[in-house]
């Protein structure tokens, strides 16, 4: 269950819709998609008991982003009706990805006024599952005592854009960054970090910016004296290939959170030398400045850093991450 599926591709159905295609090749599960931001909202819950009742699934795995079930993020119908679905029937599993827990926000965002009832949102819908997955271990700290260890798995994300068995060396690709993601990181990367992301392109004798996302407000055709070729939306296949080929890929997110970041993990799988770049300071978290990605205008051994990235990302890929949903949906 997810509030959109692809196309066009986001961060939560493209990961859903990938590992869906996994649990049925290697384990034989197979995966009704519902997409419950798609009725009207006076209808999610009636229409999300109407496809249970249709597919009988002998388990619900919950992809939770509270905001795209909710516009405040405060989903309650999506917890009343999982609630009545497992009480329906024995044996009823319920697994939840918490991509999201809750948000924070200034007392003039109403993001601090519904706090609270976010909280206790995410905390009765892990009481309510059988088994949690999510990518930080600052989500479990924030679901609290609801996110018991037994059964509870921190793991980071998995490329949506594939897994290439063997990656080139850097020296063998071209000379390209690409910047790859939503119209909101990416217009970050031109606008407030664009000195970084010209320090990065100088660092790494970059020739040309891949530009691959949907359409921005204001199309770039350069950045820092670098010619920007625009490839828009490009299928996972095209997206994947186009990474194997380029020797850097620019991230504009916060380090700490890299781990939840499919755009990071895309890079990693590829072999790309991933450059990360935030407008203030940030501790690292599970990886590293200069170990894990370069930091724009940084030096070091570029190989180097590629490919622990790349090791990294190949403790939690697609294929390990499969085996362990599979414990959890069918134990």
Same mark, same amino acid.
């Given at each position: 269950m ?13 990961? #859903?819709?990938? =590992? ?7 384990r034989?599960?197979?995966t ?28 619900? =795995?919950?992809?939770?982003?509270? &905001?795209?079930? $909710? ?22 599993r319920?697994?939840?990805?918490f ?15 519904? $706090?609270?009832?976010?909280?206790? /949102? ?6 309510a ?8 271990? =600052?989500?479990?700290h924030? /679901? ?5 260890p ?15 068995a063997?990656v080139?060396? =850097?020296?063998a690709r ?18 407030e ?18 530009d ?8 770039r ?29 620019f991230?504009a997110?916060?380090?700490? +959170?890299?781990?939840?970041?499919? /755009? ?24 590293? #400045?200069g ?11 570029? $190989? ?8 990294? &990302? ?6 390990? $991450?499969?085996?362990? +949903? ?6």
């Open positions: 997810v509030p959109h599926m692809p196309p066009p591709a986001e961060g939560v159905g493209s990961y #859903a819709q990938e =590992l869906g295609r996994a649990l049925a090749e290697r034989g599960i197979e009704v998609f519902h997409a419950a931001a798609v009725p009207p909202p006076r209808r999610r819950a009636a229409a999300l008991e109407e496809a249970l009742a249709r597919a009988e699934p002998a388990a619900v =795995l919950l992809h939770y982003a509270n &905001y795209g079930y $909710q516009r405040r993020g405060c989903p309650f119908w999506l917890l009343r009706a999982l609630r009545r679905w497992r009480r329906g029937g024995p044996g009823r319920l697994v939840t990805v991509h999201e827990v809750y948000a924070t926000g200034p007392p003039w965002r109403s993001s601090f006024w519904t $706090q609270p009832l976010q909280k206790g /949102i995410a905390a009765g819908t892990a009481r599952s059988d088994a949690l997955v999510t990518s930080l271990d =600052l989500w479990v924030r /679901i609290g005592s609801a996110a018991a037994e059964k509870t798995a921190v793991t980071p994300v998995f490329s949506t854009v594939g897994e290439p063997a080139p060396s =850097l020296a071209a000379p390209r960054l690409v910047l790859f993601g939503g119209r909101g990181a990416r217009g970050r990367a031109y606008g970090l664009g000195d970084a992301l010209s320090a990065a392109c100088r660092a790494l004798g970059v020739h040309e910016i891949a691959v996302g949907p359409p921005l407000d204001t199309p055709d350069e950045a820092g004296g670098v010619p920007v070729r625009r490839f828009g939306v490009l299928p996972a296949a095209e997206a994947g290939a186009l990474l194997l080929e380029s020797r850097a890929g991230v997110y916060p380090p700490f +959170f890299l781990p939840k970041s499919t /755009i990071f993990a895309a890079y990693c799988a590829h072999g790309v030398l991933p450059v990360c770049a935030w407008p203030r300071p940030v501790p690292d978290g599970e990886v590293a #400045a170990r894990h990605y370069l930091c724009p205008g940084g030096d070091g051994d570029f $190989q180097a850093i590629a490919s622990a990235a790349r090791a990294w &990302y190949d403790s939690h890929s697609l294929s390990r $991450q499969t085996e362990l +949903f599979h414990r959890f949906l069918a134990p």
